[in-house]
């Protein structure tokens, strides 16, 4: 299992075990964060599944596809840290991943 901290716009923190094999969305959506949509049920189509990687965690969450830099330029408030939750794939090295929602996410 690997913990992630998905944090709210507001600051509200959900600490969730997800496991290895499912992405960084599909762990919020299975435990009712808010703010993740994934409207398009993960195929990298619809940037509902926007977050904020934290600075320590970027590299290792791996590079992003030129198809979900493209999907990224539909969302709103893009950073360089910018990722689509459902492009994440969760393996045991992330356990300890923090990422935050986008303000227009809520
Ligand atoms: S769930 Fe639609 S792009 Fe990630």
Do not use: R
């Given at each position: 299992m690997a913990k992630i901290t998905y944090i709210e716009h507001d600051?509200?923190?959900?600490?969730?075990?997800?496991k290895p094999g499912l992405s960084v969305m599909?762990?919020?959506?299975?435990?009712?964060?808010?703010?993740?949509?994934?409207?398009?049920?993960?195929?990298?189509?619809?940037?509902?599944?926007?977050?904020?990687?934290?600075?320590?965690w970027v590299a290792k969450t791996g590079e992003k596809t030129a198809m979900e830099e493209s999907m990224l330029d539909f969302a709103e408030g893009v950073e360089a840290n910018s990722r689509l939750?459902?492009?994440?794939?969760?393996?045991?090295?992330?356990?300890g991943l923090i990422v935050r929602l986008p303000e227009s996410q809520h």
């Open positions: 600051g509200t923190e959900h600490a969730i075990d997800v599909e762990g919020a959506v299975k435990n009712n964060v808010p703010g993740i949509d994934a409207d398009c049920g993960g195929a990298c189509a619809c940037a509902t599944c926007h977050v904020y990687v934290d600075d320590a939750s459902c492009q994440i794939k969760v393996t045991d090295d992330l356990n």
